[in-house]
């Protein structure tokens, strides 16, 4: 699902590539057999952070974009809510941080939930504010794996 208001510009023929190379690798990669970390896809232009964790305690995350890549969030194990909506709606809580490609903004906005299952996938654009809500399912830690790839605009 590709969620994105009109007046946004149409995705260009090699970011449309890079996206589709993106989700190859996600459908065709046997993820337990990888370990935690980052994985080249395409050196820095597509690459891949694998990750896992326990949420023993609510996760109620800042809500981020990105300007120099699009983030495809995968969920390989567990269950992940990722609250999305539009970065201009939103007012900076900080600068741009440019090392690390993220900007941080202050949750005054509605938002929508996008709940992430085995196998599902969301494609997030610069103008995707996101930020991530994960709660324990039980009194006993809930257990989240996900990768999420990174694709340079």
Same mark, same amino acid.
């Given at each position: 699902?590709?969620?994105?208001?009109?007046?946004?510009?149409?995705?260009?023929?090699?970011?449309?590539?890079?996206?589709?190379?993106?989700?190859? !690798? #996600?459908? *065709?990669? +046997?993820?337990?057999?990888?370990?935690?970390? $980052? !994985?080249?896809?395409?050196? *820095?232009?597509?690459?891949?952070?694998?990750?896992?964790?326990?949420?023993?305690?609510?996760?109620? $995350?800042?809500? &981020? /974009?990105?300007?120099?890549?699009?983030?495809?969030?995968?969920?390989?194990? =567990?269950?992940?809510?990722?609250?999305? /909506?539009? $970065?201009?709606?939103?007012?900076?809580?900080?600068?741009?941080?440019? &090392?690390? +490609?993220?900007?941080?903004?202050?949750?005054?906005?509605?938002? /929508?939930? #996008?709940?992430?299952?085995? =196998?599902?996938?969301?494609?997030?654009?610069?103008?995707?504010?996101?930020?991530?809500?994960?709660?324990?399912?039980?009194?006993?830690? /809930?257990?989240?794996?996900?990768?999420?790839?990174?694709?340079?605009?």
């Amino acid at each position: 699902m590709i969620y994105q208001d009109q007046t946004y510009a149409p995705i260009s023929p090699a970011v449309a590539e890079r996206l589709e190379k993106a989700t190859q !690798y #996600l459908a *065709k990669t +046997d993820f337990s057999a990888l370990e935690d970390g $980052a !994985y080249e896809i395409d050196g *820095k232009t597509i690459y891949v952070l694998l990750q896992s964790f326990h949420v023993e305690e609510g996760i109620d $995350a800042a809500f &981020e /974009t990105h300007r120099a890549y699009i983030d495809v969030q995968y969920v390989i194990d =567990g269950r992940l809510d990722l609250c999305v /909506t539009p $970065a201009n709606q939103l007012q900076a809580d900080g600068s741009y941080d440019e &090392e690390n +490609d993220v900007i941080f903004y202050k949750r005054d906005a509605a938002e /929508t939930i #996008l709940r992430l299952t085995p =196998g599902n996938m969301a494609i997030l654009f610069p103008q995707d504010a996101h930020r991530m809500v994960c709660a324990p399912s039980t009194k006993e830690p /809930t257990y989240i794996r996900k990768c999420v790839v990174k694709v340079r605009i």
